[in-house]
């Protein structure tokens, strides 16, 4: 099993900025791509932005410019800058990765509250 901790959500006013953590842990032998959703009540979830391990980036067309996702042993960053209220959601955590004998599977954080006021 891997298990994916989010850090860093919380309140900020529009033009501010925020960075999401989320560090995997548990039985991985390996992790092909990291990445971050997020959703709305009443709406699906949506990609934020993802990394894979060959580290090619992609981002939604509503945060190019001013999101960056990065990663780090087994941990993904999301620094978001020049916030706006359209990007107040929960955002999650999400790894495809693998453990010694089990094929690649999505593993889900438990996702983080980010609000920004006007």
């Known amino acids: 099993q891997v298990q994916l901790v989010e850090s860093g959500g919380g309140l900020v006013q529009a033009g501010g900025s925020l960075r999401l953590s989320c560090a995997a842990s548990?039985?991985?032998?390996?992790?092909?791509?990291m990445g971050w959703f997020r959703q709305v009540p009443g709406k699906q979830r949506e990609l934020v932005a993802a990394?894979?391990?060959?580290?090619t980036t992609d981002y939604a067309d509503s945060v190019q410019g001013r999101f960056t996702i990065s990663d780090a042993k087994n941990t993904v960053y999301l620094q978001m800058n020049s916030l706006k209220p359209e990007d107040t959601a929960v955002y999650y955590c999400?790894?495809?990765?693998?453990?010694?004998?089990?094929?690649?599977?999505?593993?889900w954080g438990q996702g983080t509250q980010v609000t920004v006021s006007s």
């Open positions: 990394i894979t391990s060959g580290g």
């Open positions: 548990g039985s991985i032998f390996s992790i092909n791509a």
């Open positions: 999400n790894a495809r990765a693998r453990g010694p004998y089990t094929m690649y599977e999505d593993y």
